[in-house]
């Protein structure tokens, strides 16, 4: 039987893990915007949410204020694809052509979803290179078969298998086979599959920015003053970018994968193996060895950007130690990690 939601949170704090407080007080005297959350097995020992979701209307930041995930989507699709996996309906080492028959026939018969989720596809990121071009194009709505047609059947740059080169264009391919072999749009499957099952009430899958109430937006700096940095994820990319989330619901998805209440122990262990050790890259996410609290542990270090979103979300393996990170101000990718990993110390004094 799949977890249900671990992690109850109040409105705006929490704290029993004392040092917690003075990292995440010294956050916020540099300027962090979001929600911190520190917990143990699930139980939440700090937690507290700083500043604004919205600035116009002014809505302050809560505990359960939802955020863009950006690449930690990227991690819930490799779960998703597992899950499949584990009821017969996928297979990790398939040349993508038993499922997408239609698929340039070539990379179809090199390709597999392995490959694809760890980045080592050589499938040119030809999605990004147009939205540069571009960016008004990632609001124009396509139908499947015809963002594959054109970001994701170029030539490969490398053999499969042979390097690592980051691609949002692989994902497009991931959430297409989703799709097929599902008989669902992929949101769909993530919900009922997923999302459901763990009572994870504040997540979902979303073609665009949150906008609701309890939704935070994101800023180009401090929201009282900076403009608004809008986000955009288009319908084909969902695998890639549509993963909105709290940071109790992101704890308690940590935290049911872990203790394999989501998938078979076969696909808990191939989520958590790292595929490409010089990235640290397993399936859809990455698993680090790093000194944390004075020794040296393996963690599961998830992040997340989009736009003026941040998202980091790190758990210990052996004891469930895990800290999630929320911003949505633009701050410094490695402020933010640096930030996630003095909080992940903090919780084992």
């Known amino acids: 039987m799949l977890l249900l939601g671990l992690v109850l949170c109040a409105p705006s704090v929490r704290a029993e893990c004392a040092m917690c407080a003075e990292v995440a007080a010294q956050a916020q005297a540099e300027g962090f915007n979001g929600v911190i959350l520190v917990a143990e097995h699930g139980r939440t020992v700090y937690a507290k949410a700083f500043g604004l ?11 359960d204020t939802r ?17 499949l996996v584990d009821h017969g309906k996928l297979s990790l080492d398939a040349p993508i052509s038993r499922y997408l028959p239609e698929y340039r026939a070539d990379n ?23 939205y540069k071009r571009d960016r008004s194009l990632k609001r124009v709505p396509l139908p499947m078969d015809e963002a594959i047609r054109r970001y994701a059947s170029g030539d490969l740059t490398f053999a499969p298998g042979s390097a690592w080169e980051y691609s949002h264009s692989n994902w497009i391919l991931v959430q297409a086979i989703v799709e097929r072999v599902s008989g669902r749009p992929y949101a769909e499957q993530a919900r009922q599959a997923l999302l459901l099952p763990l009572g994870m009430q504040h997540s979902d899958v979303l073609g665009g920015e949150p906008a609701g109430r309890g939704d935070a937006l ?3 700096g401090a929201p009282q003053t900076a403009q608004r940095r809008e986000t955009v994820c288009a319908g084909y990319m969902l695998a890639a970018c549509g993963f909105h989330v709290d940071a109790a619901d992101l704890v308690t998805l940590l935290e049911a994968v872990a203790q394999g209440r989501v998938l078979s122990p076969w696909a808990t ?12 890259y397993a ?4 698993v680090r060895r ?22 980091s979300a790190r758990r210990t393996s052996a004891d469930g130690h895990a800290v999630v990170v929320m911003n949505n101000s633009g701050a410094d990718h490695l402020w933010i990690g640096d930030l996630a990993q003095r909080l992940m110390d903090a919780s084992y004094r």
């Open 53 to 63: 979701a919205h600035a116009e209307p002014r809505e302050l930041m809560r505990l």
């Open 67 to 83: 955020f863009d995930a950006g690449s930690i989507s990227k991690w819930v699709a490799a779960i998703v694809v597992l899950q």
């Open 108 to 130: 179809g018969a090199r390709l597999t979803l392995r490959d694809l989720m760890r980045h080592a596809s050589g499938l040119p990121n030809l999605v990004d290179e147009a």
């Open 218 to 220: 994101g800023y180009a």
């Open 269 to 280: 262990r191939m989520l958590f193996t790292v595929q490409m050790p010089a990235q640290h």
């Open 283 to 286: 399936l859809g996410g990455r």
């Open 290 to 311: 790093v000194e944390t609290g004075g020794v040296e542990r393996e963690l599961v270090d998830e992040y997340g950007s989009d736009g003026a979103f941040r998202v």
